[in-house]
């Protein structure tokens, strides 16, 4: 009765233990994650500054321009981040002496690592939702949403009496501009196309916007070109003119990238838009977002073998987790390597999935196979 009875107690014991951890881990996930996306959005928005304070960009564009960009870092720090919780996490439990009382308490090397690997695989499942589906969605929201507004904000920066300089190679000066938006006495100085330079001057002009492209229609005007070829100096009268106020790099930039698009669309590339000597890069970005989850459960399993093997020290060892976070920073030079090399030859795509997955398998084998390897010896002897 008293075995029969104290079953449940430990079972119970075991699952708030097992319960505790886990919480620890997910708060501490959350922290540092939510941290490092801070401080990156923070880095990467620093190039976005100028269109507020050279542009006039309002706070609120600034903000939804730049949360577009937050799903790409996750999917990227994610691992990283679930490593540094589980090794950090059960180093912590370890110092205080949590681990030696579970230890103690019956729990296994299994049943202690149990909300580590349950952690691991939930952000698994999170990382293959935000890599096949929602980073490049919203790469690709972010990419037209910038799109549109370097094009939208052309409308906004002409000024009387100021050089507004729209891009690298297209100035626009305005002699004056009424409420109503027309504008008296226009010049352009178009460079886009470096054979055929020209100087536009027109007695007024208005700002239209056609399908997101800023445009500009002049009246009673004339086109001035250089002929290349002759020397002489071509001239061109209008009553009416429509000038694009677009560069060519942002209308470009229309062209989707390998960020942006969807699994089908990278193994299955597009001949129009893709070149044939590209496609191994866009496969090998396919094969990249299949196998970049899974590098979570194996840096896990990296972490649990730095605090889980061997003998437990009050005063930590030093050793151990840094053997562990060189290991991982060794795994990602590796896999960057072979992601460059793969994109040459994609018979090198298979070393990405080993790389993904033996480290985790190896791990798993160290510290529960010999587990099971122990109980079984001591069983025989028993026996």
């Not at 396919?286 to 649990?304: H, N, V, Y």
Request: aromatic residues 8%; positive net charge.
């Amino acid at each position: 009765m008293s075995e029969s009875a104290s079953r449940p107690k430990r079972r119970s014991f075991l699952l708030l233990r097992e319960r505790y951890i886990l919480r620890q881990l997910f708060l501490g996930l959350v922290g540092i994650t939510s941290g490092a996306i801070a401080l990156i959005w923070l880095m990467q928005s620093l190039r976005f500054v100028s269109l507020v304070v050279d542009r006039g960009l309002s706070l609120r564009v600034f903000l939804q321009l730049t949360s577009l960009m937050i799903p790409s870092f996750l999917a990227v720090i994610l691992p990283i981040t679930t490593f540094l919780v589980v090794l950090f996490g059960y180093q912590r439990m370890s110092g205080d002496r949590e681990l030696t009382v579970m230890q103690a308490a019956g729990l296994s090397p299994f049943q202690l690592a149990r909300p580590a690997m349950a952690c691991a695989l939930i952000t698994t499942v999170l990382g293959y939702i935000l890599n096949l589906w929602l980073v490049p969605v919203s790469y690709h929201a972010f990419r037209r949403y910038e799109f549109e507004i370097r094009n939208r904000m052309a409308a906004f920066l002409l000024q009387d009496g100021v050089f507004a300089q729209l891009s690298k190679d297209m100035t626009v000066y305005v002699r004056k501009r009424d409420r109503d938006g027309v504008m008296h006495g226009v010049f352009v100085e178009d460079d886009r196309q470096p054979e055929a330079r020209a100087t536009i001057i027109a007695e007024r002009g208005n700002m239209v916007v056609i399908d997101n492209q800023p445009r500009v229609v002049l009246f009673n005007g004339s086109r001035q070109e250089i002929d290349h070829h002759t020397g002489r100096l071509n001239v061109l009268t209008f009553q009416r003119n429509t000038i694009d106020l677009s560069s060519s790099k942002q209308a470009e930039s229309e062209n989707r990238d390998a960020a942006e698009m969807s699994l089908p669309e990278l193994f299955h590339p597009d001949p129009n838009y893709v070149s044939q000597r590209d496609w191994g890069k866009f496969a090998v970005e396919g094969w990249r977002r299949l196998t970049a989850p899974l590098t979570t459960l194996s840096f896990s399993m990296i972490a649990l073998v730095a605090v889980l093997s061997g003998a437990f020290s009050r005063h930590g060892n030093i050793k151990r987790p840094m053997t562990a976070i060189l290991s991982v920073v060794g795994l990602m030079a590796l896999s960057l390597m072979l992601q460059n090399l793969a994109g040459r030859n994609l018979a090198l795509v298979p070393l990405l999935w080993l790389v993904a997955i033996l480290p985790a398998i190896g791990c798993g084998f160290w510290i529960f196979g010999r587990e099971a390897l122990n109980a079984g010896r001591r069983k025989s002897n028993g026996a």
